[in-house]
């Protein structure tokens, strides 16, 4: 029987759960009793969060490796049922300046966080689209809605996941599979622990996992926050570039 605080889902996958929004959506999920299969490259660190849980497995995996997590996919839905809501937050931010261009992490980049949700969905979209039913979804950033000196490997690769979004949900829906953009702005995690920018509007989080857990649960296509800096960049990306391009050098 559920209630208003129970999910719909009962098996969901996420990706990039052994650390920041991926662990803390994760447990959020499972505190709730859903059974939760997470995915990272870090299997200690996977294990220690599954400890907590009786009904959280881990399936450790490179998102890189498109077999792997095809085989991932095989194993947990023989063990725990059809998963039902993906979560591929996986990801990862390798810089390089205009002016110094590092080609290595660009395509280090792009890899995981483009290739590394592709290769994700592949994996798991048939077994949905078998069934007519399921829902996909994955963490992209407002840093990619228009872009940002900060890092233009990571915003080109989070623009590419929101592009890819907007291009699939259509065919998707059409074809009873449910598909959600999650655009973090800033969260607290290991990622941004290491930034020397400003960061407005910083959430923390368990805040940020609530947010995620509430729009999906709507089935929103489009799940952002914090609401201050998402309407801030959103506007901003409506003006024309010779406005744009002078104020966002100048603030960010
Ligand atoms: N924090 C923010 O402000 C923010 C804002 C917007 C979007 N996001 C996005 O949110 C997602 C989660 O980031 P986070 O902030 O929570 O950072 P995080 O704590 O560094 O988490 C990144 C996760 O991705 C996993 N990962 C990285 N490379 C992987 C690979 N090749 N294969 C499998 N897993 C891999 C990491 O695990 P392993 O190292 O164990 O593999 C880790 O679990 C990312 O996609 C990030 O771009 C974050």
Known sequence: MSNSSTPPWKHVWITGASSGLGEHVARALAK???IVSITARREEQLAAIAADFDHMFIYPADVTDAEALKLVVAQMEEQHGPVDLTIFGAGASFSSSATELEIGNFAKTLDIN?????????????????RRAGHISWIASVAGYGGLPISPPYGASKAALINMAESMHGKLKQSGVTLSLINPGFVRTPMTDVNTFPMPFLMEPEAAAEKMIAGLRRKKFEITFPWQLVWILKVLNLLPYWLYLPIIRRVI
């Open 32 to 34: 709730r009793g859903c």
């Open 114 to 130: 483009v290739m590394g949700v592709t290769n994700a969905l592949d994996a798991v979209l048939p077994h949905m689209l078998a």
